[in-house]
T-cell receptor, first 116, second 115 residues
Framework: DVKVTQSSRYLVKRTGEKVFLECVQD?????MFWYRQDPGLGLRLIYF???????EKGDIPEGYSVSREKKERFSLILESASTNQTSMYLC???????????????FGPGTRLTVL | AQTVTQSQPEMSVQEAETVTLSCTYD???????LFWYKQPPSRQMILVIR??????QNATENRFSVNFQKAAKSFSLKISDSQLGDAAMYFC????????????FGTGTSLTVIP
């Protein structure tokens, strides 16, 4: 079974702190994703990566950066946390697109971040 | 960008009854996948069922089935014999060949199961 793990389930930080959220997958997936989940807004894509050291901005990249130095690990960085970044953060991974092959995403358990 | 719409923010169903969650999507692609994900309260998002666009037959997984209407761009989820454990947020998602690395999600439907 694919396993996607995230470094913390709950995290409390102060405004202005630098925050690192780590995600690791164990199935050699090419793609990794960071989403933010807020009530009524569904999942909003922050960044995704389709290969080591490659990244693409999603719908809401402002205030975030990412790092993918190894294929299995994808980090989300909040350079200077703000209260409006209080949210649930979900990491996911998937294979690259292959026609005729199941292409779903696999999700981590999520990190609930509170910025005070 | 593709759009996925779930027009029912909340639904409820009596235990053992059947409920249908709606999803519509907008695309000009012919090759794509559709998914329903389930997120129980405080638990991990998991895949419920998936459908390939080129398959006319509707996918089924035990008590879960879909009604895939390609021309209407509709992809509803039917849950039969609802159980208390079905209570969750359900998300519809799209992945297309031309936008192969991205997934597009609806805003979710919160399902309550009434004992």
């Amino acid at each position: 079974d694919v396993k996607v793990t995230q470094s913390s389930r709950y995290l409390v930080k102060r405004t202005g702190e630098k925050v690192f959220l780590e995600c690791v997958q164990d199935m050699d997936h090419e793609n990794m994703f960071w989403y933010r989940q807020d009530p009524g807004l569904g999942l909003r894509l922050i960044y995704f990566s389709y290969d080591v050291k490659m990244k693409e901005k999603g719908d809401i990249p402002e205030g975030y950066s990412v790092s993918r130095e190894k294929k299995e690990r994808f980090s989300l960085i909040l350079e200077s946390a703000s209260t409006n970044q209080t949210s649930m953060y979900l990491c996911a991974s998937s294979l690259g697109w292959v026609a005729g092959v199941y292409n779903e995403q696999f999700f981590g358990p999520g990190t609930r971040l509170t910025v005070l | 960008a593709q759009t996925v719409t779930q027009s029912q923010p909340e639904m409820s169903v009596q235990e053992a009854e059947t409920v249908t969650l709606s999803c519509t999507y907008d695309t000009s692609e012919s090759d794509y996948y559709l998914f329903w994900y389930k997120q129980p309260p405080s638990r991990q998002m998991i895949l419920v069922i998936r459908q390939e666009a080129y398959k006319q037959q509707n996918a089924t997984e035990n008590r879960f089935s879909v009604n895939f209407q390609k021309a209407a761009k509709s992809f509803s989820l039917k849950i039969s014999d609802s159980q208390l454990g079905d209570a969750a947020m359900y998300f519809c998602a799209y992945r297309g060949a031309n936008t192969g690395n991205q997934f597009y999600f609806g805003t979710g439907t919160s399902l309550t199961v009434i004992p």
